[in-house]
Nanobody, 125 residues
Framework: QAQLVESGGGLVQAGGSLRLSCAAS???????VAWFRQVEDKEREFVAA????????YYGDSVKGRFTISRDKTLNTVYLQMNSLKSEDTAVYYC???????????????????WGQGTQVTVSS
């Protein structure tokens, strides 16, 4: 399976923007690529997912309208553009991928076997 490497996290003020990247090396991503986020001691929350071949996108309710997931097939990279950031967006953001996942499971972290190391996003209010 591909090795996933996230980048782009950091500290930003509320209302600002960040763009996260998830690059796959070794192999292509697979069928779906997703972003999840996790705050200490809480379960990982689904943020967004994209179908690698067709480009269809899906979003969690808390980020809909503010975040955009996209892909660049030539660079084998998935992006998460985050706008209008809020303090509650503070979390470690993880990229995940799966070759076998089905559409009905894309919002569940347990359905993904391949994960990146995570990147911290901190939004100051």
């Amino acid at each position: 399976q591909a090795q996933l490497v996230e980048s782009g996290g950091g500290l930003v003020q509320a209302g600002g923007s960040l763009r996260l990247s998830c690059a796959a090396s070794g192999r292509t991503f697979g069928r779906y690529v997703a972003w999840f986020r996790q705050v200490e001691d809480k379960e990982r929350e689904f943020v967004a997912a994209i179908n690698w071949s067709g480009g269809h996108t899906y979003y969690g309710d808390s980020v809909k309208g503010r975040f955009t997931i996209s892909r660049d097939k030539t660079l084998n990279t998935v992006y998460l553009q985050m706008n209008s950031l809020k303090s509650e967006d503070t979390a470690v953001y993880y990229c995940a991928a799966s070759s076998s996942i089905i559409l009905s499971s894309i919002r569940f972290s347990t359905a993904y076997a391949n994960w990146g190391q995570g990147t911290q996003v901190t939004v100051s209010s």
